[in-house]
């Protein structure tokens, strides 16, 4: 990764993908990070392609699996969850991709990662209150092959949504 001179994280297409995105489809990309109700019009005219050939263009990094979908950034604290918790959570070797599978089901759960070190997830999720939260660990730590949570609390997002160029 670089950092342009707009001050933002830019990073180059992985070697598999590099000789299928060119400049173009990396604009396309970024148009659509900025605004995914944009027009095909609109945006053919902005990335410098007809309609047909943008549309074809979207299709193709669709069905490879670069786009994955088009959805909503959601203020979290507009819809009553002003809680932020990152949760570590350490798990008996054999059954970490078990419980990580049973926790990413959980609705206010946005997202679980493989970690290295003392833990084996992290978990990112939005709860309304500290007692919703409280529930939530209590409900992990009942977990059978769960050994023990850390949990720390977000004071303030300085950012909290990105985008990938």
Same mark, same amino acid.
Do not use: C, W
């Given at each position: 990764m670089?950092?342009?001179?707009?001050?933002?994280?830019?990073?180059?297409?992985?070697?598999?993908?590099?000789?299928k995105?060119?400049?173009?489809?990396?604009?396309?990309?970024?148009?659509?990070?900025?605004?995914s109700?944009?027009?095909?019009?609109?945006?053919?005219?902005?990335?410098?392609?007809?309609?047909?050939?943008?549309?074809?263009?979207?299709?193709?990094? #669709?069905? !490879?699996?670069? *786009?994955?979908?088009? +959805?909503? &950034?959601?203020?979290?604290?507009k819809?009553?969850?002003?809680?932020? =918790?990152?949760?570590?959570?350490?798990?008996?070797?054999?059954?970490?991709? #078990?419980? !990580?599978?049973? *926790?990413?089901?959980? +609705?206010? &759960?946005?997202?679980?990662?493989?970690?290295?070190?003392?833990?084996? =997830?992290?978990?990112?999720?939005?709860?309304?209150?500290n007692?919703?939260?409280?529930?939530?660990?209590?409900r992990?730590?009942?977990?059978?092959?769960?050994?023990?949570?850390?949990?720390l609390?977000?004071?303030? =997002?300085?950012?909290?949504?990105s985008?990938?160029?």
């Open positions: 670089t950092i342009n001179g707009d001050e933002h994280l830019t990073s180059q297409p992985t070697k598999t993908l590099k000789n995105l060119d400049s173009v489809d990396l604009s396309i990309i970024r148009a659509l990070e900025e605004d109700r944009v027009s095909l019009r609109k945006l053919a005219d902005r990335v410098g392609l007809t309609p047909n050939i943008l549309h074809n263009r979207i299709e193709r990094l #669709e069905k !490879e699996g670069i *786009i994955l979908g088009y +959805t909503p &950034v959601i203020d979290s604290a819809m009553g969850y002003t809680v932020t =918790a990152i949760i570590m959570v350490q798990v008996e070797g054999e059954h970490i991709v #078990e419980i !990580e599978n049973q *926790i990413a089901k959980e +609705t206010n &759960v946005l997202s679980v990662y493989d970690i290295t070190g003392e833990y084996d =997830a992290v978990v990112i999720a939005k709860f309304r209150d007692s919703s939260l409280n529930s939530f660990l209590k992990l730590l009942a977990e059978r092959y769960i050994k023990r949570t850390t949990t609390i977000a004071s303030n =997002a300085v950012k909290e949504y985008k990938i160029i």
